[in-house]
């Protein structure tokens, strides 16, 4: 019977890792065609999201009451609220 000779896979393993690791380090693999494609894939996928949040949404309400978009609507109306000097709200 032969022995399994683990080691060596492993070995071949981790030196296509440290390729990998290396080539990303690098950047080299990040081209102007590669960036643009991995732009339009993150704009289809978030297009989806935002679609898919809408379509769920009723009168866009969502499922627990609120309405769409309330952790954007806190933040601009304290940010406005600050910058026209009033930081507390007029409480």
């Known amino acids: 019977m032969r022995p399994v000779t683990v080691g060596a896979i492993f070995l071949k393993f981790r030196g296509e890792m440290a390729h ?6 690098t950047g080299n693999w ?16 978030c297009t989806m999201a935002f679609s898919g949040w809408i379509a769920i949404s009723d009168r866009l309400i969502d499922r627990n009451g609120k309405p769409l978009g309330t952790d954007f609507s806190n933040v601009y109306a304290a940010g406005v609220l600050t910058w026209q000097g009033r930081p507390g709200g007029g409480l």
């Open 20 to 25: 990998f690791w290396q080539c990303l380090r």
């Open 30 to 45: 990040l081209t102007a065609a590669r960036a643009r494609g991995y732009g339009q894939v993150l704009l289809v996928i």
